[in-house]
């Protein structure tokens, strides 16, 4: 049976530089990873290909069997990314913007469910604001709301805490819970590691473009239990 993410000599290069020279990793469901190294050591890299955002120089891997080079659209639907750019249209309300998340996934947008979304991440008054007046903070809060519509199999992390204060970093620490509680997987590339160990399982660091440090931290993920209603759905 396959492991939930399972790379085999991942490796990718920009130019001449090779970023990561032979990721190997067996990932199993329920856990949640962070993922660790110095500025430009790869950790983006690595998130931006088990996303299929980018496709490896060289290796393969499968996510909850599915290969990531061969059946990238199949992997992407089992996947849920925050990135730095929140990816949101600033014309837009927060509201229209995760309708027309949903219209792009195929989904019939449930008004219910946006608002409920929405109060969850500390935004129902600014529902009709347009978001090109929020502040960073603001944004990264409405890209979560996003994930909390299409809870992933696979959530992968960039940095999640940069903009959040005390109250947000709650929120993606009780998502990520809910994430692994459900039987899912979530990768947390930080520099930050007080912030996510209260839910993670494991560290893995990048160094020379591998991992190198394996180190295992407990998870008390049970402060988080409920958190965010409904987060573990599929």
């Known amino acids: 049976m396959s492991s939930g993410l399972d790379l085999r000599g991942i490796a990718h290069r920009f130019g001449r530089r090779w970023v990561l020279r032979g990721i190997d990793a067996r990932i199993e ?24 955002l980018l496709r490896p120089s060289r290796g393969t891997g499968t996510v909850f069997g599915i290969d990531l080079v061969k059946e990238p659209g199949s992997v992407r639907e089992r996947v849920g990314m925050l990135a730095h750019d929140a990816g949101l249209y600033g014309n837009l309300t927060a509201r229209e913007n995760l309708e027309f998340s949903l219209r792009m996934a195929g989904r019939t947008p449930d008004a219910t469910a946006i608002a409920g979304a929405l109060e969850r991440v500390g ?40 903009s959040f204060d005390v109250d947000g970093i709650d929120l993606v620490n009780g998502f990520t819970a809910g994430i692994a509680r459900a039987g899912g997987i979530v990768l947390v590339a930080t520099h930050d590691l007080p912030r996510v160990r209260p839910v993670m399982h494991r560290e893995l660091r990048i160094e020379g473009g591998r991992f190198v440090q394996a180190g295992l931290e407990p998870a008390d993920a049970a402060r988080f239990v409920g958190a965010v209603e409904g987060d573990a759905g599929r």
């Open 123 to 162: 935004l129902k008054r600014e529902a009709t604001d347009r978001v090109s007046g929020f502040s960073a903070g603001m944004r990264r809060r409405l890209a979560l709301a996003r994930l909390l519509l299409r809870p992933p199999a696979l959530l992968l992390l960039d940095e999640p805490y940069a």
């Open 29 to 52: 469901p329920g856990e949640v990873i962070a993922l660790t190294g110095r500025n430009g050591s790869g950790k983006t890299t690595l998130l931006r290909i088990c996303g299929t």
